[in-house]
């Protein structure tokens, strides 16, 4: 296989000498070196070759997705300065992709976006401890999992948009087959997923031309109805998406029943339109019906009722209803606890959302203790991510309520290391923890925090003290 590929770029540039690692490096010694010398040496020569072949032999099955070194490597030619990375199947794998992309394409698609360079794997036990600390220290596991997956997304998406083209001039009668009209939903999706949503669309038509030609109310319509609602949604046009996902919703009663699943993720949907368009009765209303299904047909504790359950709890929080909010965050973490266990992300936010509410409610004692159980999932589970730095700044927030100033620094701090790694310095969460950082230094350097306000007056006021008046009158109003 990686023959074959060097023969297609030797092809394609005459005269290329290649440099395959595997023969290289004495594959009996690599344990001679330490692994300081491999993280110099890799991008030096890198940066020096100029170019990155990574060989998918199996797209539907990518190991080296699952091998550190190989995520490691990635990483040193994505962040590499004049590198060009190729991403290449072999010759026969490449007709397979084509002949088998109608009723493939979608596992494969959700097998080469299932990076985790968390569990990835090393031969040598003390070469993935290492890799892992360099990662770390570099752009951090969370960002590594969207690199590789961005590209895993962008190249699966263009072979199969040649690949369709191939089938399109060969095979016709294919355009009439449902298969074919599930690849062009499909390929619309992941269009919306990388911000291209005019193209989106014409790819969601092309499914609806086939789909309405089956007699009758079909499943698979009312997910391309779905889709292009999403799609509108991307492009802020939420009348359109909710007139798709009234559709799609209709179809679904008629096909699958009004107490089906699928009818119940419509009304999701329109719920959390509605949310965006700020028409909160209506959004509740919506995801009280998906409740009423989801608990018939699924059962009370179920992780897809916990979820509604958690969007109506933030339609109450929308609406200044803390009680109610709390109310039924609580019910989702019970459900989470008894369906995935402690130890999941999702039995993780709920925590973090019961202790949000705690907060808003002038409870920040307990608040910070349903926050330190949320933190302590979330740093052992998911490490540097961003839901990890939220909690961090929830808890900043908590500790500067109860005028714990100095603890308030230390976890706002920790959020903006995280959120400045994971984000980047310009997302709006970062600059709203690095101007709550700067607030309570600005309020340290001050002699006295109230003699500040008190020679303040209402024209100038700086913004830390006004950040500061703001909390003690929220502390006030609990």
């Known amino acids: 296989d990686s023959v074959d590929v060097m023969r297609q770029v030797e092809a394609e ?17 690599v344990g001679v070196q330490p692994f300081e010398w491999w993280h110099k040496t890799f991008p030096h020569s890198i940066e020096r ?17 699952s091998r550190s070194w190989c995520l490691f490597e ?26 088998g992309l109608t009723q493939h394409f979608e596992k494969g698609l959700a097998a080469l976006l299932d990076v985790k360079a968390e569990a990835s794997q090393t031969s040598l036990k003390d070469d993935r401890s290492s890799i892992f600390c360099a990662v770390k220290a570099s752009i951090g596991l969370y960002k590594l999992n969207l690199l590789v997956r961005g590209q895993m997304r962008a190249w699966c998406l263009e072979q199969a948009l040649k690949a369709v083209a191939v089938l399109e001039t060969r095979r016709k009668d294919l355009e009439e087959g449902a298969d074919f009209a599930k690849l062009y939903s499909t390929l619309g999706a992941v269009l919306n ?12 038509a092309k499914a609806l031309a086939i789909q309405r030609k089956v007699p009758g109310e079909n499943p698979d319509r009312a997910v391309t109805y779905s889709n292009m609602a999403h799609v509108y949604e991307s492009q802020s046009e939420y009348n359109d998406a909710l007139k798709y996902h009234e559709k799609a919703k209709d179809i679904r009663i008629k096909a699958l029943g009004a107490d089906h ?37 699924l059962g009370e504790e179920h992780p897809d009722t916990a979820t509604t359950l958690s969007h109506m709890a933030t339609v109450f929080h929308k609406k200044w209803d803390r009680d109610q909010a709390l ?12 369906t995935l266990g402690h130890d999941h992300p999702d039995t993780a936010a709920a925590y973090s959302q019961v202790g949000l509410m705690l907060d808003f409610t002038g409870k920040s004692g307990e608040a910070l ?3 330190k159980e949320a933190l302590s999932i979330q740093t052992e589970v998911l490490g540097d991510h961003p839901d990890t730095a939220t909690t961090h700044h929830n808890m900043g927030m908590a500790f500067q309520s109860i005028q714990d100033r100095e603890s308030a620094i230390q976890h706002f701090e920790k959020a903006l290391v995280i959120r400045n790694m994971t984000l980047g310095e310009g997302h709006p969460d970062t600059r709203e923890t690095l101007q709550s950082v700067q607030s309570l230094r600005h309020r340290a350097s001050c002699m006295s925090c109230s003699e500040c306000i008190t020679s303040c007056t209402l024209l100038t006021f700086c913004l830390p003290c006004l950040c500061w008046a703001w909390c003690m009158m929220r502390n006030d109003d609990s």
């Not at 990483?75 to 084509?98: C, G, W, Y």
């Not at 997923?193 to 969601?204: M, N, T, V, Y």
């Not at 109310?327 to 008894?338: D, G, M, N, Q, T």
């Open 49 to 65: 070759t100029g170019k990155v072949v990574l060989v998918l032999a199996q797209w539907g099955e990518p190991i080296p997705l």
């Open 261 to 297: 699943p699928d009818t119940a993720s419509s009304y999701n949907s329109m719920g959390f339109v509605f949310i965006k368009v700020g028409n909160m009765e209506k959004a509740l209303e919506c995801h009280q019906k998906a409740l009423a299904i989801q608990i018939k047909a």
């Open 369 to 371: 203790d349903l926050y």
């Open 74 to 99: 990635i990483m040193l030619s994505l962040n590499a300065k004049n590198v060009d990375f190729q991403i290449r199947m072999p010759t026969h794998p490449q007709e397979l992709f084509v002949s």
């Open 13 to 29: 540039n005459p005269g290329t000498m290649f440099c395959f690692d595997l023969i290289i490096n004495n594959q009996h010694d």
């Open 193 to 204: 997923d990388c911000g291209r949503c005019e193209e989106a669309l014409k790819f969601h």
């Open 327 to 338: 109310a039924y965050f609580e019910k989702v973490l019970y459900i989470r606890k008894r």
